[in-house]
């Protein structure tokens, strides 16, 4: 295969998954923006801190857990042209994604305002809160079925249909939004209404897609493959879901420690760098877009034993993450003060120069994500999510927590500090991630000669 061919096929797969987070992020803002104008700040910080409970959950559980699983499970069968055997990750997926959606949901609908309180929501923003988590609640089944879904599809190698369904849900989302909050041609809802708007855009969503794949792929309905337990094809799915979701989580607790370390420098540090990571998010969306092409792209050519081309095509999706990231990196470089700037009022000119100079060092760690990123999913495409999770671990809890122990808790060092931390943990991360992908290919290459 032509090298022009190898990335053309990694484009055309990484940008539709680069769009769709994209749009997703948006129709947050727009939301948000909503919310914002109806009820104010006690409005919008009951949705966000309910929205951030909801997606936490699904993103470690479904979104990187589950999803990812079922994309390399499809993405390999395909590859060894077993189409029974994809049907069958298929069904399995799209059977334990339900399972998890009943059981997220009376957890969350049962037990909200405990739920909110660990989070010291009170008064006002607990009783919008309490309400509007009940609500959207509802929306995690054709929320987790789509998410499923669209893993099948990126398995099989097409991308542009999750994108076609998040413009879907995120143009519903939006159009109800402004129905239901603020009363157009029916009562003004306000923070219900924008519950109410979610459950409705998912449902819309769960039916187009739902319905394309019956007509469209091999996925015709079975009543064997959906009702009859297959333990073998249960096991491999948890084989790999269970790590990438302790993955995530032990990634997410590590941050969480290191936040309430940062937090002890004042409220000034710690919002430079909450904004750092914020115009920081942009940038690594890339990164996690193309890794989830990697995943797809790996497992086809490892259910045909390609290693070879396995090799190639994670390589390609690492070239392109790092020269999109670094296209950011450049951004965060020259205009560091313009962005954070953005964020803050004019008169805040301490908490400016620290936040541009948090982006200028988080300019350094822009390729390191971008090579963890994309050779995690590539791991992952093999069928190895151990790996991805050991590398997180030691990263994480040897070189992140302590370092930021020593020097940001105890010796208090400034909070600049932090980013040039981070970036020698994702160095670790990614080198790491690449050595062993490598070697794996390797070795597999050399067994079958």
Do not use: H
């Amino acid at each position: 295969m032509k090298k022009n061919n190898v990335l053309s096929e990694v484009i055309d797969l990484s940008l539709p998954v680069i769009g769709e987070m994209v749009v997703y992020n948006f129709m947050n803002i727009f939301d948000a923006m909503m919310i914002g104008n109806f009820g104010g700040n006690k409005a919008v910080s009951a949705v966000t801190l309910s929205t951030e409970i909801v997606n936490t959950s699904f993103n470690i559980i479904i979104y990187i857990g589950l999803a990812i699983s079922i994309t390399s499970l499809v993405a390999r069968s395909i590859g060894a042209r077993s189409i029974k055997e994809a049907q069958l990750y298929s069904y399995t997926g799209i059977r334990i994604g339900f399972l998890l959606a009943i059981l997220m949901f009376v957890i969350l609908f049962n037990f909200s305002k405990e739920i909110l309180s660990l989070f010291k929501a009170k008064d006002e923003v607990l009783y919008y809160a309490n309400i509007y988590i009940k609500v959207i609640s509802i929306a995690l089944v054709p929320n987790i079925l789509i998410t499923i879904i669209n893993a099948i599809l990126r398995g099989i190698g097409n991308t542009v249909i999750p994108f076609k369904i998040s413009l879907i849900v995120a143009l519903n989302k939006i159009f109800f939004d402004f129905i239901f909050i603020f009363g157009i041609g029916t009562k003004s809802l306000g923070i219900i209404g924008s519950a109410i708007a979610t459950v409705i855009s998912q449902t819309i969503g769960f039916i187009v897609v739902f319905f394309y794949i019956l007509k469209k792929y091999f996925l015709k309905f079975n009543i064997k493959y959906l009702v009859k337990s297959n333990f073998f094809a249960i096991k491999q799915v948890l084989k790999l879901s269970i790590p990438s979701c302790l993955e995530e989580g032990a990634y997410g607790i590590t941050r969480l420690f290191c936040t309430g370390m940062i937090m002890s420098l004042g409220s000034i540090s710690f919002a430079s760098n909450e904004i750092a990571n914020i115009i920081e998010g942009i940038s690594v969306m890339p990164g996690v877009g193309i890794s989830v092409a990697a995943t797809a792209l790996v497992g086809m050519r490892a259910g045909e034993k390609d290693y070879k081309m396995a090799k190639k095509y994670a390589n390609y999706c690492c070239l392109l993450a790092v020269g999109m990231m670094m296209t950011f990196s450049v951004f965060f470089v020259i205009m560091p003060d313009f962005l954070a700037d953005l964020f803050v009022k004019d008169n805040e000119r301490q908490l400016i120069k620290l936040t541009a100079l948090c982006l200028s060092i988080g300019a350094l760690e822009q390729p390191f994500i971008a090579i963890s990123n994309v050779f995690s999913g590539a791991l992952k495409g093999l069928g190895d999510a151990k790996t991805p999770l050991y590398i997180s671990l030691f990263t994480g809890i040897c070189i992140r927590l302590p370092l930021i122990y020593i020097f940001i808790y105890k010796l208090r060092w400034s909070v600049i500090n932090v980013w040039w931390i981070t970036t020698v943990q994702w160095a670790f991360d990614g080198i790491l991630m690449y050595i062993i992908f490598n070697r794996k290919c390797t070795k597999r290459i050399k067994n079958l000669e």
